[in-house]
């Protein structure tokens, strides 16, 4: 498939990627159109992106996403054979294998970080699993319920989108297995700490503009004890310090999940101060 557009929000980087897209812009044979803004996070990125497209399908992916052969097609087929406005299309996106080294924690993490393990064995996928790593829809669809521009970070300003159209009936999202993007994002574990806290910040804003969906959140034994380490975190950041010590001998797991959703507990718990 070659008959596509593509479009780039450089969001205020500053590590030479203006420079490379002006080289490719110059020696490929893609349509490419580059768009330039002061760093203002992603919702604002897409939304400028979205207000730009021609086309009235658009695909989303990520500055970290490659593009698998197939994937372009697999979402258009999609919608060819779902002409409707509310359909959605979720991609799988998956690490790749070719520009990084996959280590234990990556390869335990890719579960934790999303869920496409239990939507390929056939989960229904819900607001939740709204990722922009790799979703389609029908442009018009996207104009009419922008990205909340207050989300300045790389968390839950997709979920928020999510969760809006999913209330006012506007969507049915359809997981796509076949339509694959590979992921480029070297992570350790004490990276992946400092994105849950992160989303946890990010998690109460959306409550807050939301309040509604927090009585869908699960309040289980085991939230409750990540809830407990939130709310210490000279301790918490003992218990990570050492987890991360032993992170060769000490094979990812419950221990190391719990650490994860305690400093998502931690963030959401210090943005209300």
Known sequence: MTDFDVLIVNDGSTDGTEAALADIRENSSLHLQVLHQQN????RARNWAIAHVTTEICLLIGDDILATPNLLDAHLQFHRANP???AVGLGRTQWDTVHQKITPFMEWYEEVQFDYGRLTAGLTPTWQHFYTSNLSFKTRLFRANPFDERFKAAAWEDIELGFRLADRDQMHLTFLPNAIASHV????????VRRMHTLGRSQRQFHQIWPSARDIAVRDIKTKICTI???RPLLLDILTSSVDRLSGPLKPGKLHAMLLRSHQQRGYLESNQ
């Open 84 to 86: 409707d406005n509310k």
């Open 185 to 192: 994002h070297p992570t350790t574990f004490l990276q992946a």
């Open 229 to 231: 380490l939130g709310a």
């Open 40 to 43: 203002s996070g992603p919702a």
